[in-house]
């Protein structure tokens, strides 16, 4: 492992996006949710026009709207009453409070209100929960995970903590990390069910932003684990992780009701996959199914026809860690020379790492990219690209610059062989060009 | 409009008073909707294309709004950076104002920008640092103007915001150079953020009419040009209630007239340009207007014919917010459009008169509620179309309701002449295109599915 970062005081570009914006993905994967963020209300006015602009989908959430004095005096004041109005008016099926570097520097204990009023109004059938989320620490992914792991403890805690009566040999739960898209989230639910194995994800975004067209509006989400499902988890056999900040979701499982848990660092490339297959067909005790067969030859020959222009080519990769690191995978796959690999914020899982990471801003990818083939990171990173000659790929979050970033499936045999032909396009584009 | 001059001398302006910072309504918890004062002042400066604006807080607040909106520059791209002193945890407990002075010292020293704007965020203002301070300290250190923006988020509105960030011009930059040249036909624009480019539409037909921009506040500005904004013969706000006070504050004290226009709408823009070219006090200035303006009226009533046709009784629901809405009101009906339904949400009792005068009683008034009260205008009253800001987009689409995107999010230009006619073509474009059919048709499958039950 070898982790870099500039010296400079300031950042310059920033790759790096609020940890609460990661709290309030996660809850789009619940069922009729509404996360709240306690602070004052542009932070939720950002995070809603972000991932917006992102899924290109309404997004659910709301804020304790503090204000000056709401902060000196009572902040949670204010969230008592938010919680009160979206519980009277809504009836959602989980609320999650998330924090922000507001009420957290201001030191409010919003966690002891959330389990008050939770006392008080005798909430059974539904679940209230808070995650204390700075801006001042992590990301998007540390957010995420966060959140979906106080998610579980509340989860455990409404179906009573205890080992489940009964143990489903063929279902599964799948905790998958904040960098897949819906349209992954889709493929991977997909490729476990055709094993035979019902499962169960959380949170599920492929089943509320991948794009319904239910009419009426709800100001909560539309779709994601419904609340018994994710219940349910505990009667599982084991636990899918896919991407390293998945895991301590998946250990709180193994604590409180024993349930295994396997991890994936990705599911993008040859490896990965073969991988993620070899084990569902251990587990399932099920052959892969043929179409695995075709989808890895077809694969395998995509690399070959893609091979010719890949090779020599140089990439910068900035993406949030889970994400920088299985795209890494599957570009080493190709023969991709990995000039800079860069993310906002240091994890477990870097520190294990035997690459070179930087943890650092879209500047910093700029720095290194003069003469390199390709530029991977969210659409911030397009006017660096310009200026440094590089071929700009767009992934991550926020991708507003083209359609269908939310969809498109990047796991599995067939998630890997679109990518390798579209990053295979721009480099085949670029070679067009002279380049 | 209200007239801005009486017996041919210019006395008042319309209104002379600094729109009073009305204490904003509290915002309700659990259901508040709108950006933060950051946001307001935020928009409101960084248009001014070549210089840096720093962002001095933790990362949420610039992480996760920039890059956000349509204002286009015709040069500089410094503005477009993100800087932020992306503050940790050690930085809120120990203090930041180090790491402001070294942040700004470093972009000063490698972008070497006429000024760096220094946004205070909540967290920064609850920790109470001494940014105006730092910014003194370092504006004389560099010679650089190192400009305080003093608008943390939980002080309020987006609007409050915006108001903010006019005092931070009056105070610290206009009066602070002086132009090469003046002529006698110089006008600032105020308000006008060059969305998808529509300023430099309306500076062509100025041009063509013997005027010029002189500062441009702040759509494709530049600091230095800014700061000779005390210059000009007249200031036009182009909808906007929030610089308003500016305005008036220019009026005060350099004694430049000004008045409120639009340029949303034939007739808005035509009168936007002779009030102009009125405060010029050339009258050959004013005849060019008046000769523009004809021909320009004529023009575009033979290119629209065919799309009033499509148009004529169709009915829209405009939810925009602020003043905006009375402008496009306006628009809208020269296209034949009835407007059946308006937000009020953030206009003044000044904005919602003149929605009313516009439109009268016919049309339901949204004061709250966002999408909900959207739909429900829609339903009510039969709208064909929701012409709305991004945010509620999506409302519309699921809905499959036509939606036509109106606020600064936007790609497309619909000021001045040829801004109609886009406009124009964009809502017949919008409401014909096919896909309305197919999302309104089950599968067959599903109708049969259905018979078989
Ligand atoms: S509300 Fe405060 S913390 Fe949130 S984005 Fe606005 S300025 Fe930043």
């Not at chain 1, 602009?53 to 004095?69: G, K, N, W």
């Not at chain 2, 005092?167 to 105020?190: A, K, R, Y």
């Not at chain 2, 006008?192 to 002189?214: D, P, V």
């Not at chain 2, 509620?392 to 936007?410: G, H």
């Amino acid at each position: 492992m070898l982790i870099k970062s500039a010296t400079k005081p300031v950042s310059v570009n920033p790759l790096k996006v609020g940890q609460p914006l990661g709290g309030v993905l996660a809850l789009q994967g619940m069922y009729r949710s509404m996360p709240l963020l306690h602070g004052a209300q542009g932070c939720s006015a950002f995070s809603k026009a972000l991932l917006t602009r992102h899924f290109r989908e309404p997004i659910a959430v709301q804020t304790s709207a503090l204000q000056e004095m709401d902060v000196i005096f009572d902040a949670d004041r204010n969230l008592e009453e938010a919680l009160d109005h979206i519980w009277s008016k809504h009836h959602p099926d989980v609320i999650g409070v998330i924090s922000t570097a507001l009420t957290e520097v201001a030191g409010v204990d919003f966690q002891s209100r959330v389990k008050a009023f939770k006392r008080e109004r005798a909430l059974k059938d539904s679940l209230l929960f808070s995650v204390s989320l700075p801006d001042f620490h992590g990301s998007l992914e540390t957010g995420y995970s966060s959140t979906v792991e106080s998610l579980m403890d509340a989860v455990l805690g409404l179906a009573g903590g205890k080992s489940p009566k009964k143990q489903r040999r063929t279902q599964v739960n799948l905790l998958p990390a904040s960098y897949l898209t819906a349209g992954d989230v889709m493929e991977i639910k997909d490729i476990i069910a055709s094993f035979g194995l019902e499962v169960i994800t959380l949170p599920d975004i492929s089943t509320s932003l991948s794009g319904h067209l239910l009419t009426g509006f709800s100001p909560l989400t539309r779709g994601g684990t419904p609340l018994d499902s994710a219940c349910q988890m505990l009667e599982s056999s084991c636990t899918i992780a896919i991407g390293a900040s998945m895991e301590r979701p998946a250990r709180r499982l193994t604590h409180a009701a024993g349930i295994p848990y396997h991890l994936f660092a990705g599911l993008s490339g040859l490896a990965a996959s073969d991988a993620f297959i070899h084990f569902l067909q251990k587990i399932s005790r099920e052959p892969a199914p043929v179409r695995f067969r075709w989808q890895r030859e077809n694969l395998l020959d995509s690399m070959l026809d893609a091979h010719f222009y890949y090779s020599g080519a140089s990439a910068v990769v900035a993406l949030e860690p889970d994400h920088m690191l299985s795209t890494a995978a599957w570009l080493e796959e190709m023969g991709v020379e990995l000039k800079r690999l860069i993310t906002p914020c240091s994890t477990p899982a870097l520190q294990k790492t035997e690459r070179e990471v930087w943890i650092g801003d879209l500047d910093d990818a700029e720095e290194s990219a003069q003469g390199v083939d390709l530029w991977i990171s969210n659409s911030h990173g397009r006017k660096g690209a310009a200026r440094a000659g590089a071929s700009f790929v767009p992934a991550g979050l926020p991708v507003y610059d083209e359609l269908g970033a939310h969809t498109s499936v990047s796991v599995g045999y067939r998630g890997t062989m679109e990518w390798v032909n579209k990053v295979g396009n721009v480099l085949l584009a670029e070679r067009g060009r002279g380049g | 409009m209200e007239p801005a001059v009486s017996n041919g001398r210019l006395e008042v302006s319309c209104g002379n008073k600094i729109p009073k910072s009305t204490p904003c309504p509290r915002p309700v918890p659990g259901e508040a909707s709108g950006g933060c004062s950051f946001d307001g002042a935020q928009i409101t400066l960084i248009p001014i294309a070549d210089a840096a604006h720093l962002v001095h807080g933790p990362i949420a607040c610039l992480g996760n709004s920039w890059e956000s909106r349509g204002s286009l520059s015709s040069g500089p791209e410094l503005s477009a950076y993100g800087f932020t002193t992306d503050l940790g945890e050690q930085d809120i407990i120990f203090g930041s104002e180090q790491k402001l002075h070294e942040s700004i010292r470093y972009i000063v020293s490698r972008f070497a920008p006429p000024a760096v704007f220094v946004y205070t965020t909540c967290v920064t203002a609850l920790t109470g640092e001494d940014i105006e301070g730092v910014c003194k300290a370092e504006s004389e250190r560099l010679g650089t103007p190192i400009i305080p923006v003093n608008s943390p988020g939980f002080v309020g509105s987006k609007n409050l915001g915006t108001r903010l960030a006019g005092d931070v011009l009056f105070q610290h930059i206009i009066g602070s150079t002086e132009p090469e040249q003046t002529t006698s036909h110089d006008i600032n624009l105020i308000g006008e953020y060059n969305i998808a480019g529509e300023m430099w539409h309306i500076e062509r037909l100025m041009q063509q009419a013997g005027m010029s921009i002189l500062s441009r506040i702040t759509g494709d500005g530049r600091f230095r040009e800014v700061g000779w904004a005390h210059r000009a013969k007249a200031n036009m706000v182009v909808c906007s209630r929030a610089l308003l006070g500016l305005a008036v504050q220019m009026e005060r004290k350099y004694g430049i007239p000004y008045f409120e226009g639009s340029f949303y709408g034939a007739k808005e823009t035509s009168y936007s340009l002779r009030q102009m070219a009125y405060l010029t006090g050339d009258r050959d200035v004013e005849r060019r207007v008046d000769k523009l303006a004809a021909r320009e009226e004529m023009r575009l009533s033979l290119e629209l014919e065919p799309y009033r046709k499509q148009l004529k009784g169709k009915r829209a629901v405009l939810y925009t917010g602020g003043v905006k809405s009375w402008s496009v009101i306006t628009a809208l009906q020269e296209l034949g459009i009835k407007v059946v339904g308006v937000g009020t949400n953030k206009s003044t009792a000044e904005d919602v008169s003149r929605i009313a005068d516009r439109i009268g009683d016919d049309a339901e008034y949204i004061p709250e509620g966002g999408a909900r009260q959207i739909l429900k205008t829609v339903r009510s009253r039969k709208a064909d179309m929701v012409i709305a800001g991004g945010r509620n987009m999506y409302m519309a689409l699921k809905e499959q309701i036509p939606f036509v995107d109106i606020n600064q999010e936007r790609h497309k230009a619909y000021a001045g002449y040829d801004g109609l006619l886009s406009l124009a073509k964009q809502l017949v474009h919008t409401l014909q295109h096919p896909v309305w059919e197919l999302t309104a048709k089950l599968a067959p499958w599903e109708e049969e599915t259905e018979f078989a039950d």
